[in-house]
């Protein structure tokens, strides 16, 4: 009798739950739904209390709100039933973290901090804690910490310490209040089998675990005197590998999601990392992109190297017995979106409508049909900041040359090709470092257009395959729910097994990449120029714009 499995993936708007069987990873039903309170930006939802600029908060129980809904839907569709299913896996974007109390309930739940922004979910995208990641990386650099070198010299103001940072100074109630800062990866883990087990991949990218101990006190002290122990009474607990069975779906969960009670639930994941093994992209030299509102490179590694500007490396970090590497740029589907949303004018709108096309495809069959060099651009693609190799949130984004000539789905590609040669960065940066990369693995939203990854095999230079999937994280965590509950040893067969993949979907064109080669020395041009400190015209204006809205 077949046997099946639940992925869930939160994502930064939605949710959605695939439906796998486990002998052969076939997709039988999916589902996907909105968070109630998608991401607080502007204001905080519960007050209309106005946010600062740079952050980026959620509501927890919308993350409770999309498994009452997505699960049964996705069971619905596949019809499957319930009783043969096994196990439920789940992956989150990170760094998503958030403050609980020794049970696991959200501070923001709390009624005395309702009406406090610090209370709720921080978003992976919640950069508001950069000044404080500068004091992190200046203080590390300064105390010659070993640790800051596996997170490519610098820490990000995504992760766990820089927002633990910017909690205590600015709302040191909430910091004391807080029995556990939390990875959302493992406390959505937490509220299926009511277990906390923190798992190795966010521990180690996000949380600065190495070789199994955290910063040490005297260096949190050098920060701040009140964090010394930060590591040891909010982060530090036990830990997980991923593919574990945490524990057994409790009645609650099971209440929720329509599925068994006592079925394994696998470890927490990140997004990127869990998809690496639904995309058969876990041999050494395989970089994976995930390209979606933002893009995470994550590979498998045989040794230990250290890569300026990488997010980090950690042992086990995507499959257990190997090094995992991570680098990623913040901005990238959400770069496209900005533009459509604020610069493409009415009447590219209404062409597309007659031509019954969305925006995004009708500008990239425009597009299409330049030549490389063709519309006379060069774009920083740092509008929403630097994840890799600069690591630096407080960059923005440039468009240079632009004309009375200039047509909107020339910059429209132009983005596309800025986008692909800050992936050729972080690639070639690899392999200066020692870890080459040889093949690029896309998955994600943003693999749907063809133009875009024609770009990407051309400006990188490199045989570019596609994840044969449209659910790659959550078919990512049903293969690591297979391996939690028994149908696989290991993740990498059960990859082998489920995992699904086309092999050189997309070739360079040799011609396009002798024009790339050219166009692509003056983005490192500007890349070095406005990111590396010899011009700081970009940091000078953001921190006017800082002072100005905190008037």
């Given at each position: 009798m077949e046997s099946y499995v639940v992925g869930v993936d939160f994502g930064t708007l939605s949710g959605r739950a695939l439906v796998v069987r486990v002998s052969d990873g076939a997709e039988m039903g999916s589902a996907v739904a909105p968070y109630l309170h998608g991401v607080m930006e502007r204001t905080l939802t519960a007050t209309g209390e106005r946010l600062p600029a740079e952050w980026a908060l959620q509501v927890p129980s919308d993350y409770i709100d999309v498994l009452r809904t997505v699960v049964p839907e996705a069971l619905?569709?596949?019809?499957?039933?319930?009783?043969?299913?096994?196990?439920?896996g789940t992956d989150f974007t990170a760094c998503t973290v958030l403050p609980t109390t020794s049970d696991g309930t959200p501070l923001c739940e709390l009624p005395e901090f309702t009406g406090r922004?610090?209370?709720?979910?921080?978003?992976?995208?919640?950069?508001?804690?950069?000044?404080?990641?500068?004091?992190?990386?200046?203080?590390?650099?300064?105390?010659?910490?070993?640790?800051?070198?596996?997170?490519?010299?610098?820490?990000?103001?995504?992760?766990?310490?820089?927002?633990?940072?910017?909690l205590l100074e600015e709302d040191p109630e909430v910091y004391e209040r807080m029995d556990h800062w939390v990875e959302a990866a493992d406390w959505i883990v937490w509220q299926l089998c009511g277990r906390y087990v923190r798992n190795v991949t966010t521990d180690g990218f996000k949380a600065v675990r190495q070789d199994g101990a955290y910063p040490s006190a005297e260096f949190l002290t050098a920060l701040n005197p009140e964090l010394a122990y930060f590591f040891t009474t909010k982060v530090a607990w036990e830990t997980a590998q991923l593919g574990e069975r945490v524990g057994g779906l409790t009645q609650e969960a099971a209440a929720?999601?329509?599925?068994?009670?006592?079925?394994?639930?696998?470890?927490?994941?990140?997004?990127?990392?869990?998809?690496?093994?639904?995309?058969?992209?876990?041999?050494?030299?395989?970089?994976?992109?995930?390209?979606?509102?933002?893009?995470?490179?994550?590979?498998?590694?045989?040794s230990l190297a250290e890569v300026p500007g990488m997010c980090g490396v950690v042992a086990d970090g995507i499959t257990?017995?190997?090094?995992?590497?991570?680098?990623?740029?913040?901005?990238?589907?959400?770069?496209?979106?900005?533009?459509?949303?604020?610069?493409?004018?009415?009447?590219?709108?209404?062409?597309?409508?007659?031509?019954?096309?969305?925006?995004?495809?009708?500008?990239?069959?425009?597009?299409?049909?330049?030549?490389?060099?063709?519309?006379?651009?060069?774009?920083?693609?740092?509008?929403?900041?630097?994840r890799s190799v600069l690591?630096?949130?407080?960059?923005?984004?440039?468009?240079?040359?632009?004309?009375?000539?200039?047509?909107?789905?020339?910059?429209?590609?132009?983005?596309?090709?800025?986008?692909?040669?800050?992936?050729?960065?972080?690639v070639e940066a690899f392999d200066v470092a020692g870890v080459p990369v040889r093949e690029l693995v896309c998955a994600g939203g943003?693999?749907?257009?063809?133009?875009?990854?024609?770009?990407?095999?051309?400006?990188?230079?490199?045989?570019?395959?596609?994840?044969?999937?449209?659910?790659?994280?959550?078919?990512?965590?049903?293969?690591?729910a297979a391996v939690a509950a028994g149908a696989y040893p290991d993740v990498r067969i059960a990859s082998e097994r489920m995992g699904r993949i086309r092999r050189a979907a997309y070739v360079p064109d040799p011609t396009h990449r002798v024009i790339y080669d050219r166009l692509y020395r003056e983005y490192v041009t500007l890349h070095d120029y406005f990111g590396r400190g010899v011009n700081d015209v970009m940091l000078n204006l953001k921190a006017l714009r800082r002072e100005v809205l905190a008037r």
């Open positions: 619905a569709a596949s019809g499957v039933n319930p009783a043969d299913v096994i196990g439920i922004p610090h209370a709720y979910v921080k978003l992976w995208k919640h950069h508001s804690a950069q000044p404080h990641a500068d004091r992190i990386n200046a203080t590390a650099h300064e105390r010659g910490e070993s640790w800051i070198a596996r997170y490519g010299g610098k820490q990000s103001s995504e992760w766990e310490l820089a927002k633990g940072l910017q929720w999601t329509g599925l068994p009670v006592g079925i394994a639930v696998a470890t927490g994941n990140v997004d990127a990392h869990v998809t690496s093994p639904a995309a058969r992209a876990i041999e050494p030299g395989q970089m994976l992109a995930v390209m979606g509102t933002s893009t995470c490179h994550v590979m498998n590694g045989e257990p017995g190997s090094w995992a590497y991570e680098a990623g740029q913040s901005g990238v589907g959400d770069i496209f979106a900005w533009f459509v949303d604020t610069a493409v004018p009415g009447r590219i709108y209404a062409e597309a409508d007659a031509r019954g096309l969305g925006i995004h495809e009708y500008l990239s069959e425009l597009a299409s049909e330049l030549r490389p060099g063709e519309h006379g651009l060069a774009v920083l693609d740092w509008i929403s900041g630097n690591v630096n949130h407080e960059l923005s984004g440039m468009v240079l040359g632009i004309t009375m000539a200039t047509q909107p789905h020339e910059i429209y590609r132009a983005l596309l090709e800025a986008t692909a040669y800050g992936t050729r960065v972080i943003l693999v749907r257009n063809g133009v875009l990854m024609q770009l990407y095999a051309d400006i990188v230079g490199l045989p570019l395959s596609v994840l044969d999937s449209e659910q790659g994280p959550a078919l990512g965590s049903a293969i690591h």
